[in-house]
């Protein structure tokens, strides 16, 4: 038996039943191994120029409707805090301000999301699948006419997704790509109208006051958006049962 034991791990190996890893998984496809070519070193000397380690990444993503960036936060696992090491320009993005609550508005969502999906196949060169709609989306949208397939995706197009062109959907979604190789199981996206300093925060409530649905989600988000810029660290977010959110 302890023979069997030992041989097991040798034949595993030469028999190439050893699993792949997250990122030998996502090179299999045309388009990633394009995106590493182009973005890789780029990545390595960024991630290094914050003493950040690949194999330890961790990464967070705050993106801002109004001013149309995304902000890309990361650290290495046993670190306490973020810091931001890259700020992308987003090309086009369809809508106003205000949540998205049914099919078919054109609006970006706006709320607390993680990444649930890559897709190396995408219409749009490479995507990002955003898990719209959330617990609050469904609480507080039309039910039945919420909508899915948010995306951050490449090209220049927008129809509520975030699209970034490809060059720089290649560098996020290389950065992506290895978080989840590090571990990392859930990669957090907060989407904010807009960066919610106090002036433009008493300004969006003053011009939107009669859009009550709006008004309430945007001052969840100005606590986050508050406690984020204090401590670096994501707040701790709880859907509650009439749709809004704990953030602590």
Known sequence: MRLLIILLPIFLLCSGLTSETY??????NTRVREAYNLKGKIVDKTLAGFSISRGSLRIYLRAFKTEKKVELWAKNSCDSVFKMIKEFTICDLSGDVGAKRRSHDLQVPEGFYHISGMNPFSKYYLSMKVNYPNASDSIRGFRRHLGNNIFIHGSCISSGCLAMTDDRIRELYVYCVEAYNA????IGLTIF?????????SKLIYTYSRYKDDVALWGDLKKCYDLFNQTKVPPTVKFLLNGTHEVK
């Open 183 to 186: 571990g990392q199981e859930e």
């Open 193 to 201: 109208p807009a960066r919610l300093t106090d002036a433009t925060y």
């Open 23 to 28: 990122r030998e998984k996502q090179m299999k």
